[in-house]
Every structure is written in structure tokens, then in C-alpha cells.
């Protein structure tokens, strides 16, 4: 006999599977939600090393519509219109929703957002906390949002390995937990928030999580991926043995500073 042999079937609410920025606002946006992380909840993925900061029109000299523009502009054509717009309009009040939460953003004397830029924007209308930290504030400002909710259980240390199907949809995933037992986990949706893929390569900034297994569980569904050649790679990072490779924060270039090579 082969396939995979199940140590226990449990029936949840919607599962989140990851525990990044984007599985946390998910789990918030939800009545009830189950939240299942591979390593420690608020401390694996690519959303604690985020370094420079969020892009946001917060500015009274900026707007949405410029941050748009900047956007397409250096998307060089790439960039789909519909997105771009969410993208932009949403991002002052997202930041301010952050605040909400708990987090806290670095700002001026005066105790106005100490704004930031970044290659490819026009206006400084970059976010962030304890200088190049912002990722860790998020997260553990977003960390602490989510275990103080009672409808979200966090499960962590458990890897999401393949989604159930059953008459033509999704009802569950079969996960894996550190003692190597199985759950299946029926539920009545299942959202992938698995980060990116930039694992994938030789070398990269980029955390052990990051090797596409929710991409590729989604591709075994029979989900249509889309768009998987734009992979995150950071222009400066240190050469050398440590893995991932540690990231010269791009507030750094955004401040004027050159970077010289051997
Ligand atoms: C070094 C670095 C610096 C960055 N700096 C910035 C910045 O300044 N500004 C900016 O906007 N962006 C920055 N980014 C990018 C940003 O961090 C990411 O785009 C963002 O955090 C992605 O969030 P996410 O929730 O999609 O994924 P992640 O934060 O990577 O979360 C993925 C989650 O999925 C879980 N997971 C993965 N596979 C499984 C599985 N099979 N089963 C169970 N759980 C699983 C992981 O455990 C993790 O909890 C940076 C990224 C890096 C690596």
C-alpha cells in the first residue's frame, strides 16, 4: 500500500496557512481562523527581516496618484493597473491601521511619520520603525494583535505538505508536525500565505521558508500560478558564508550612501 498514512483527522474553521504580514492580516480579517506557522509564530519568514520599510503616500505633498505613477514607472510596463491602484490608495490608511494595532513607526522631533525614500520614488514616503527594524516591530506588533484575538489559534512548528480536494474543491490540508505524525485538517477554506521563493536560489537574502512549498501545493490543486519570474532579490547584500546573506538595507542607498566594492 502507498500514500500517506493520517494520525488524526480534526474539523477546523478556515485554515491560514503562514504567519507573515500576509497571514496575519488575514487571520484579523476573518470571524474565526486557525493560523498555522512552520517555525515560531511572529518570528520565521520573510516579514521579521523586512528591514527598510513600507512605501506609503503619507505625506501632504504626496498622494496615491504620485506613488501610482512612480510605481508603473519603474515597473517598466509590467505593472497591472488594478493592483497598483490598491497597491497605493490603501497604503495611508493600512499604515494608520498599523498604528492602530500597536505598532510603532519612527518619527520626527516635531512627531510627524519620519518619512524615508527609496529607489524609484519621486517623494519620501517611506515608513519605518526603529530604523531599519520596521519588519520586527510589525511583527511583533501584528504578533501581539492576533494572539490577543480568542477566535485565532496559532499553531506552530507544524509544515502545511498537501491540500484535499473533494468534489472539485479544496476542503482541508494534510499538515506535519515536528514528531513527523499527520492531521488532515478539513476546513471550509484553506488561504495560502506561504511567502515567496527566493529560497530557491544559490544565494539569497531570503529566510529557509521561502522554498515555494505553498506554491507548489497550490499548483498540485490545480491552482493557475501566475507572474512566478518576479522573485525577490536585494541588490545589496554581504558576500560571504552566512546563510541567508545579510542585507545592507536599501534606507541606506535611499539616504545618499555609496556602497564600494573590493
Ligand atoms: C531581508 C529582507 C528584507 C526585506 N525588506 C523589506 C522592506 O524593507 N520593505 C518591504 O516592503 N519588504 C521587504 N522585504 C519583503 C517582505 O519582507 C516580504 O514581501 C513580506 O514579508 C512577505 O510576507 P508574507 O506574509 O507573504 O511571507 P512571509 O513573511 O515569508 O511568511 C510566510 C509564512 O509562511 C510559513 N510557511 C511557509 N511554508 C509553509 C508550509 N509549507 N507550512 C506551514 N507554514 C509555511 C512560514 O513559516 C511563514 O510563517 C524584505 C524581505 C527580506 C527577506
Same mark, same amino acid.
Given at each position: 500500500?502507498?500514500?500517506?498514512?493520517?494520525?488524526?483527522?480534526?474539523?477546523?474553521?478556515?485554515?491560514?496557512?503562514?504567519?507573515?504580514?500576509?497571514?496575519?492580516?488575514?487571520?484579523?480579517?476573518?470571524?474565526?481562523?486557525?493560523?498555522?506557522?512552520?517555525?515560531?509564530?511572529?518570528?520565521?519568514g520573510s516579514t521579521v527581516l523586512a528591514q527598510g520599510g513600507i512605501a506609503a503616500a503619507m505625506d501632504p505633498g504626496d498622494s496615491p496618484d504620485l506613488h501610482a505613477a512612480d510605481s508603473r514607472e519603474v515597473a517598466g510596463g509590467l505593472a497591472v493597473a488594478g493592483?497598483?491602484?490598491?497597491?497605493?490608495?490603501?497604503?495611508?490608511?493600512?499604515?494608520?491601521?498599523?498604528?492602530?494595532?500597536?505598532?510603532?513607526?519612527?518619527?520626527?522631533?516635531?512627531?510627524?511619520?519620519?518619512?524615508?525614500?527609496?529607489?524609484?520614488?519621486?517623494?519620501?514616503? &517611506?515608513?519605518?520603525?526603529?530604523?531599519?527594524? *520596521?519588519?520586527?516591530?510589525? !511583527?511583533?506588533?501584528? =504578533?501581539? /494583535?492576533?494572539? $490577543? +484575538?480568542?477566535?485565532?489559534?496559532?499553531?506552530?512548528?507544524?509544515?502545511?505538505?498537501?491540500?484535499?480536494?473533494?468534489?472539485?474543491?479544496?476542503?482541508?490540508?494534510?499538515?506535519?508536525?515536528?514528531?513527523?505524525?499527520?492531521?488532515?485538517?478539513?476546513?471550509?477554506?484553506?488561504?495560502?500565505?506561504?511567502?515567496? &521563493?527566493?529560497?530557491?536560489?544559490?544565494?539569497? *537574502?531570503?529566510?529557509?521558508? !521561502?522554498?515555494?512549498? =505553498?506554491? /507548489?501545493?497550490? $499548483? +498540485?490543486?490545480?491552482?493557475?500560478?501566475?507572474?512566478?519570474?518576479?522573485?525577490?532579490?536585494?541588490?545589496?547584500?554581504?558576500?560571504?558564508?552566512?546563510?541567508?546573506?545579510?542585507?545592507?538595507?536599501?534606507?541606506?542607498?535611499?539616504?545618499?550612501?555609496?556602497?564600494?566594492?573590493?
Amino acid at each position: 500500500m502507498s500514500g500517506l498514512e493520517l494520525d488524526r483527522i480534526e474539523y477546523c474553521p478556515p485554515i491560514v496557512v503562514g504567519g507573515g504580514v500576509a497571514g496575519m492580516t488575514t487571520a484579523l480579517g476573518l470571524p474565526e481562523a486557525v493560523l498555522l506557522t512552520e517555525g515560531t509564530f511572529a518570528h520565521d519568514g520573510s516579514t521579521v527581516l523586512a528591514q527598510g520599510g513600507i512605501a506609503a503616500a503619507m505625506d501632504p505633498g504626496d498622494s496615491p496618484d504620485l506613488h501610482a505613477a512612480d510605481s508603473r514607472e519603474v515597473a517598466g510596463g509590467l505593472a497591472v493597473a488594478g493592483p497598483v491602484r490598491v497597491l497605493t490608495e490603501a497604503a495611508p490608511e493600512r499604515i494608520e491601521w498599523l498604528e492602530h494595532l500597536g505598532m510603532r513607526f519612527d518619527r520626527t522631533l516635531g512627531g510627524v511619520l519620519a518619512l524615508g525614500r527609496e529607489a524609484g520614488h519621486r517623494k519620501r514616503r &517611506i515608513v519605518h520603525a526603529h530604523g531599519d527594524a *520596521t519588519g520586527a516591530e510589525l !511583527a511583533r506588533a501584528m =504578533g501581539e /494583535a492576533v494572539r $490577543a +484575538r480568542g477566535s485565532i489559534e496559532v499553531i506552530e512548528g507544524v509544515t502545511a505538505l498537501d491540500l484535499v480536494r473533494s468534489r472539485g474543491r479544496v476542503v482541508g490540508v494534510v499538515v506535519r508536525h515536528q514528531d513527523e505524525s499527520l492531521t488532515l485538517m478539513v476546513a471550509p477554506a484553506v488561504i495560502l500565505a506561504t511567502g515567496g &521563493i527566493g529560497r530557491l536560489y544559490a544565494r539569497t *537574502t531570503n529566510p529557509a521558508s !521561502a522554498y515555494g512549498g =505553498g506554491v /507548489a501545493m497550490a $499548483a +498540485r490543486a490545480g491552482a493557475r500560478l501566475l507572474d512566478l519570474e518576479f522573485v525577490q532579490f536585494h541588490p545589496t547584500a554581504l558576500a560571504g558564508d552566512i546563510d541567508p546573506a545579510p542585507l545592507f538595507t536599501e534606507a541606506l542607498r535611499g539616504e545618499g550612501a555609496l556602497l564600494i566594492d573590493g
